[in-house]
């Protein structure tokens, strides 16, 4: 497994503060994380209601290879069978895959605390990897996010969409998200030949080694460039913009 996030590259106390927890899951087991974390939102849900409030939480996670279901999944999206298990989740959205090489990050934030609508948190993680992306990127390319398929998308100075570079996935439970994001960095593309990416045929996929400015030794700053990011947009220190989302 390529180890993208060993703790060495990451001091998590200090990406950590007093309103949000940074915890660090690596070769981690699908089904065993999302439990996790519904169980966790379960608990907060219910202090909640007693009045009592716990800092919001990210993780950062890189999964053994899986291929996920979200709740509107149509079977002919899947193209066909590998040795790759496929899991049903209570995430929106279609198919996708995640595992090596790949960093995911879940949001579990009291979106009711923070003033965030649905739209909101979207955006934000959109604009968050964004923020990151561009900083490796050549710059004959853009990326932007699309109105029309949630996710973040390299360009050419043409306007040609070269690929997907990142997948978002929420699930909201009574004001409370979980799931989150994923980046591709480092990972082995072809996974996504088995299925239409979160249910679009023919969606091409990126990663950002592609491109020739990012390596695996690069992963720790990226990582932490990303967390800090995210963390100042929890703090209500970054405002939304406009000009980064395609009609």
């Not at 065993?32 to 966790?40: A, Q, R």
């Amino acid at each position: 497994m390529n180890k993208i996030i060993p703790s060495s590259h990451l001091d998590l106390l200090a990406l950590s503060t007093d309103t949000l927890t940074v915890r660090l899951l690596d070769n981690a087991d699908y089904q065993t994380v999302h439990e996790s974390m519904l169980n966790h939102t379960l608990k907060r849900i219910e202090n909640k209601k007693i009045n009592q409030h716990h800092a919001d939480e990210l993780w950062i996670v890189e999964h053994q290879n899986v291929y996920t279901l979200g709740q509107a999944s149509k079977p002919e999206h899947i193209l066909y069978r590998t040795d790759t298990p496929i899991i049903q989740t209570d995430r929106g959205g279609q198919v996708t895959w995640h595992g090596d090489g790949q960093l995911v990050v879940y949001w579990l934030f009291d979106l009711h605390r923070l003033n965030f609508g649905v739209r909101d948190l979207v955006s934000h993680a959109e604009q968050a990897i964004i923020d990151i992306v561009a900083h490796y990127l050549p710059k004959t390319l853009t990326v932007k996010a699309r109105r029309d398929a949630p996710g973040v998308y390299i360009y050419n100075h043409t306007g040609d969409m070269l690929g997907k570079i990142a997948s978002l996935g929420f699930k909201i439970k009574q004001g409370f998200s979980y799931l989150g994001i994923a980046i591709n960095l480092i990972n082995d593309l072809s996974a996504f030949y088995a299925i239409n990416p979160c249910g679009y045929a023919g969606m091409p996929m990126a990663k950002l080694s592609s491109f020739g400015q990012f390596t695996a030794d690069d992963m720790g700053a990226f990582i932490t460039q990303l967390i800090k990011n995210i963390a100042r947009r929890h703090a209500g220190l970054v405002e939304l913009r406009t000009q980064d989302t395609l009609k």
